[in-house]
Nanobody, 130 residues
Framework: VQLVESGGGSVQAGGSLRLSCAAS????????IAWFRQAPGKEREGVAG???????????YYSDSVKGRFTISQDNAKNTTYLQMNSLKPEDAAMYYC??????????????????????WGQGTQVTVS
């Protein structure tokens, strides 16, 4: 599985950005896909996850820090995962990574925000908020 992120950039506080994660090579029928972020000097943290794929139910998960402002979605026809980020704050500035792995619903529910849930990672896209 290969993941390629895009859509990062520089935005003023209060603005919006939409990140995309284009995937290729999926072979499982269900996946847990998540967006993580890492700011300089900080640990990588999960911000949003989704249980998807041919048999996935589309359940979504969010960290408290982004709930109500960020939305994760999936276009299975395009094998692309999106992260719509609204009302951006300076503390949202970070490198954003897409991660994915085949798994079942229960493990995605409990493990979506944990790094070792995922074997596949993108290269990241930078988000700057001023």
């Amino acid at each position: 599985v290969q993941l390629v992120e895009s859509g990062g950039g520089s935005v003023q506080a209060g603005g919006s950005l939409r990140l995309s994660c284009a995937a290729s090579g999926y072979k499982d029928r269900t996946y847990c896909i998540a967006w993580f972020r890492q700011a300089p000097g900080k640990e990588r943290e999960g911000v949003a996850g989704i249980y998807t794929g041919e048999d996935g139910d589309g359940s979504t998960y969010y960290s408290d820090s982004v709930k109500g402002r960020f939305t994760i979605s999936q276009d299975n026809a395009k094998n692309t995962t999106y992260l719509q980020m609204n009302s951006l704050k300076p503390e949202d500035a970070a490198m954003y990574y897409c991660a994915a792995d085949g798994t079942y619903a229960g493990y995605c529910y409990t493990g979506w925000g944990i790094l070792y849930t995922y074997n596949y990672w993108g290269q990241g896209t930078q988000v700057t908020v001023s």
